[in-house]
């Protein structure tokens, strides 16, 4: 996915359309997380729903050979490949916490750094592929990753410890009044607003100023080589410093990031040490939101807990795209990662309200 703007840019769209429809991919987590987390808790059949969603997925990819190149096709089929997408991160995050039980806090960044080598391979792999074919053949190697994602999806069983289906759910809104729930999904907000110039238009800001589709899958790659170290690491964090502490240390260092990213474009070295920082930008901040989501949502609510962590994800990144999209052009790529990096302060607004102590799992 670190290629899909490049891709749209080749098919002859511009900035502007390229930030609508990196919005649009993204506009279904303001609903869909909560479709698919409510038949989730619903039913207990997360597995199910991973799979009918990775099929789906290959579906979308195939179905892009045969729609007319044109805004409104694309933006239709990036509408419903996102719905489904949306089932497979939050639900399948669910079913890893089920499936590890109380050993969570021990093994849960063990297992989820697969996720992480898995996008690295990927990422590299496209990018060295991109250097011989043409990127108009993108769609068919995501394609054969998702056709991948959905045989593999029937190597793992329903957790046993989740919730079976449920006649009738727990409400949700007694826990999103709790302060430390509301400021966190605020904090994500912004955090995640701040990244949106990232995820829309890195590859095309790397690309205009002469880096390769190799060099810029490796420099995808090294953010997700230091969100793996902190999937290992991260427990001593958690066990040392406060919420407080380490979310205000993520918002810091990813404010510092994109400031790095807009002023020395050119720099390879700079982008390099810019993208080690993604291990508190999403390394650290993700392992402490699966802490708060369950600890706070019972065993029945998770599905719509990671269902609103996800939804606060698709709210940030869509209106920074959308945002970025628009100034692009008129204030320049370097202006848009800089904006974005000082917009991290406003999330030490909520910090208050996160516990200054120690939380244990």
């Not at 930030?19 to 989730?40: C, D, K, N, Q, Y």
């Not at 709790?178 to 607003?193: C, N």
């Not at 095309?204 to 899958?217: A, D, M, P, R, W």
């Amino acid at each position: 996915m670190p290629f899909w703007s490049l891709y749209l840019e080749d098919q002859g769209f511009n900035y502007q359309e390229i930030g609508l429809l990196s919005s649009l991919a993204i506009v279904t987590r303001f609903f869909a997380p909560f479709i698919w987390g409510w038949i989730a808790d619903k039913s207990g059949k997360r597995m199910l729903l991973v799979r009918i969603a990775t099929w789906m997925e290959a579906c979308i990819w195939f179905m892009i050979f045969l729609i007319p190149n044109t805004f409104q096709s694309v933006a239709l089929l990036m509408l419903i490949f996102s719905f489904f997408q949306n089932a497979i991160l939050a639900q399948f995050e669910g079913v890893t916490l089920f499936w590890l039980g109380e050993k969570r806090t021990q093994l849960y960044g063990k297992v989820r750094k697969w996720g992480s080598i898995g996008f690295i391979i990927g990422v590299f792999g496209i990018g060295a592929l991109l250097e011989i074919v043409p990127i108009s053949m993108l769609p068919v190697m995501l394609l054969c990753i998702a056709f991948l994602a959905f045989i593999w999806s029937f190597s793992i069983k329903e957790p046993s410890t989740a919730p079976r289906s449920q006649i009738q759910l727990e409400p949700l809104l007694p826990i999103l009044k709790r302060p430390v729930v509301a400021a966190f999904f605020a904090i994500e907000f912004v955090l995640l607003f701040s990244h949106a110039p990232f995820y829309s238009f890195y590859s095309n800001y790397l690309h205009q100023v002469g880096f390769s589709t190799t060099e810029i899958g490796f420099l995808w790659s090294v953010g997700v080589v230091a969100e793996i170290i902190m999937f290992a690491f991260a427990h001593i964090f958690l066990t040392q410093f406060s919420w407080r502490s380490l979310v205000i240390l993520c918002l810091v260092l990813t404010g510092a990031r994109w400031i790095v990213v807009g002023l020395l474009p050119n720099s390879f070295i700079a982008q390099f040490l810019a993208q080690t920082i993604h291990a508190f930008s999403f390394g650290l901040f993700h392992m402490i939101a699966m802490r708060i989501i369950f600890q706070n949502f019972s065993m029945g609510q998770q599905g719509r807990g990671q269902a609103m962590y996800s939804t606060m994800w698709g709210l940030g990144v869509a209106l920074g795209s959308i945002l970025a999209g628009r100034y692009w052009q008129l204030i320049s790529g370097e202006m848009v990662f800089m904006i974005a990096g000082l917009s991290t302060l406003v999330g030490l607004l909520f910090v208050r309200w996160l516990p200054k102590q120690i939380q244990q799992a």
